[in-house]
Every structure is written in structure tokens, then in C-alpha cells.
């Protein structure tokens, strides 16, 4: 008879997720996931696969906790104003957090455009994103806060780049007030 699974699952695999997002994939070993998670090494095997699938898992499960917390700041607000909450509500996040960066760019960083995996979770994440800041942007061409003529598309990519350069500069040790500017002064430079 087989032996019953002795630990949540969801909780293990955020452990996980956590050594992931310091160490990286290709930096954390199979020991270093097994001491963080506190199971033996066939329970992670028969629950989780291998490390690939851990990983997979993992950067799953953050790049939707991710995107989901960026959305949850872009409502409330409409336009402009709910880009900026969004990208003060990033420059805002505790500093230990800020010191791992973003594990979405970490994986970019780590794996490039080399890993289809990995490439089809960024590109989720990031058509998800995408479209709530597009509708955000509509919003503010529509109220007059920026211009009419503005490409939406194109606007887009410079909040997404302004939220990548965030992570990376938050990682890099910027500072709440550098990060906050940095968002405030992506926000003006969106009214054109």
C-alpha cells in the first residue's frame, strides 16, 4: 500500500517557488529544494515530477500571483490614474521582496527566448497584463489625458518596459523614492 502524502502540497510548492525565485533555475540544486520544502526526495519526485517541473510550477504560480496583484491595482481608478497606482503600488512593495526582483524577469534573464516553456508563461502573463493597460490607456485617450492620435500598442510596451526596468532597479537596490519617481515620471511622460 502506498503511503499517504504527508504535507500540503500548495504550501511545499510556494517553498519552492521562493528558492527558485533567489537562486534562479539553473543555481538552485535538487538539495536545496528538498531542505526548503521538507520532504524527501521521491515525495518531490511522485508530486511534483522533476526539477524542470517544479520550476514550471512554480514560475506559474508567481507570474499569476504576480499579474494578478498589478491588476488588482489597475481597477479602482481609470486612465492614467490607474497606471499610476499601479506602478506606485509596485514601487511600494516591502523591500525584501524588492531584493529578489520580479521572478518573471529573472527567468527572462535566465533563459532568454531559448525555453518555449518558459516563453509561453511569460507571454501569458504579459497578454494579460497587456490588454488591462490597453483598456486603461483607451481610457485616458478617451478622458484627454493623453493624446487621441496616442498608439495604444505602442504605449503599452513602454508601461511594460517601464514595470521591467522597475523589477531590475528595485533588484539593483533602487530605493522606494527612486522607483516611486520612476513611475511618477513614466505617468507624465504618457501625457505627451
Known amino acids: ?14 517553498k519552492a517557488l521562493e528558492v527558485f525565485w533567489q537562486k534562479g533555475y539553473a543555481a538552485t540544486s535538487t538539495s536545496d529544494l528538498l ?54 503600488a509596485f514601487a511600494s512593495r516591502p523591500k525584501r521582496d524588492n531584493a529578489k526582483g520580479c521572478m ?6 535566465e ?12 507571454d501569458a502573463s504579459a497578454k494579460l497584463l497587456n490588454h488591462a493597460v490597453e483598456a486603461q490607456l483607451r481610457a485616458a485617450a478617451a478622458a ?3 493624446p487621441a492620435d496616442t498608439d495604444i500598442g505602442q504605449a503599452a510596451a513602454f508601461v511594460a518596459a517601464t514595470l521591467s526596468g ?7 537596490g533602487a530605493s522606494i523614492a527612486t522607483l516611486r519617481a520612476i513611475a511618477s515620471f513614466a505617468v507624465q511622460g504618457l501625457r505627451g
Not at 502506498?2 to 511545499?12: C, G, K, L, S
Not at 499569476?64 to 506606485?88: F, P, T, W, Y
Open 104 to 109: 518573471g524577469v529573472n527567468a527572462i534573464a
Open 1 to 14: 500500500m502506498a503511503r499517504q502524502r504527508e504535507f500540503d502540497r500548495v504550501e511545499t510548492l510556494n
Open 144 to 146: 484627454g489625458e493623453i
Open 35 to 88: 531542505d526548503a520544502m521538507r520532504i524527501g526526495r521521491q515525495s518531490m519526485y511522485d508530486t511534483f515530477g522533476d526539477k524542470r517541473s517544479l520550476y514550471l510550477e512554480a514560475l506559474q504560480r508567481y507570474n499569476e500571483a504576480s499579474v494578478n496583484d498589478l491588476l488588482r491595482h489597475l481597477k479602482g481608478d481609470s486612465g492614467l490614474a490607474a497606471i499610476g497606482h499601479m506602478l506606485q
Open 166 to 172: 522597475m523589477k531590475i532597479s528595485a533588484k539593483a
Open 111 to 122: 533563459f532568454g527566448t531559448g525555453d518555449e516553456e518558459v516563453n509561453a508563461l511569460r
